[in-house]
């Protein structure tokens, strides 16, 4: 298996500018997470799905943030409209279920400008 | 007070050096996870414990569920384990919280 998949590596956007990170998670994993990475905060938990099912959002900053995991293979994180302070290291991780260790994708480094 | 605090902060030693880092959570948890993460980003899962003690190579981890502390111990250590280590703890259903991280370097 491949791992975790995240695209794109790097996006630099403007402020105002929709932004979309996707993620593949290993197949046959049922719980996926997205979390975040800053130098100020380290890393955050904003969201994570369970069988497709998003569980806990509590993490997720504010209404400008969404994601969802319209299947097994495939969740997208968004934000709209993206600002300055969204710039950090998002990553996805998932994990098989909730009691195993959980396998990171890259991340995906945002920059808004 | 952070739920979950590491120590120390920063680690420098030389190749070869027994290395610990530890961790200590303030709440009830049931399981705590150590990552590592390389100096490029990338992210890995190294442990995952809720009791006693496991080991894969030169790396030990270990949990004291009642003192609420765990320990990551790295022997024989080496330039290439360089990286910022990362201890996890999950509390019920699948919510980690996560320590500050201990940036270990190693000189050769």
């Known amino acids: 298996d491949a791992g975790v998949i995240q695209s794109p590596r790097h996006e630099v956007t403007e402020m105002g500018q929709e932004v979309t990170l996707r993620c593949k998670p290993i197949?046959?994993?049922?719980?996926l997470f997205w979390y975040r990475q800053t130098m100020m905060r380290g890393l955050e938990l904003l969201i994570y799905f369970n069988n497709n099912v998003p569980i806990d959002d509590s993490g997720m900053p504010e209404d400008r943030f969404s994601a969802k995991m319209p299947n097994a293979s495939f969740s997208t994180l968004k934000i709209q409209p993206s600002e300055p302070r969204d710039s950090a290291v998002y990553f996805c991780?998932?994990?098989?279920?909730?009691?195993?260790?959980?396998?990171f994708g890259q991340g995906t480094r945002l920059t808004v400008v | 007070k952070n739920e979950v605090e590491q120590s120390p902060q920063n680690l420098t030693a030389q190749e070869g050096e027994f290395i610990t880092i530890n961790c200590s959570y303030s709440v009830g948890i049931s399981a705590l996870h150590w990552l590592q993460q390389h100096p490029g980003g990338g992210i890995v899962s190294l442990f995952m414990?809720?009791?006693g003690k496991k080991k894969h190579g030169r790396l030990i981890a270990t949990i004291n569920i009642q003192e609420k502390h765990s320990s990551l111990h790295i022997t024989a250590s080496h330039p290439r384990d360089s990286a910022v280590y990362i201890c996890?703890?999950?509390?019920?259903?699948?919510?980690?919280?996560f320590g500050q991280g201990t940036r270990l370097t190693i000189n050769p």
């Open positions: 197949s046959g994993h049922n719980s």
């Open positions: 996890a703890v999950r509390r019920g259903a699948q919510k980690l919280v």
């Open positions: 991780a998932s994990s098989r279920d909730r009691d195993t260790e959980a396998f």
């Open positions: 414990l809720s009791s």
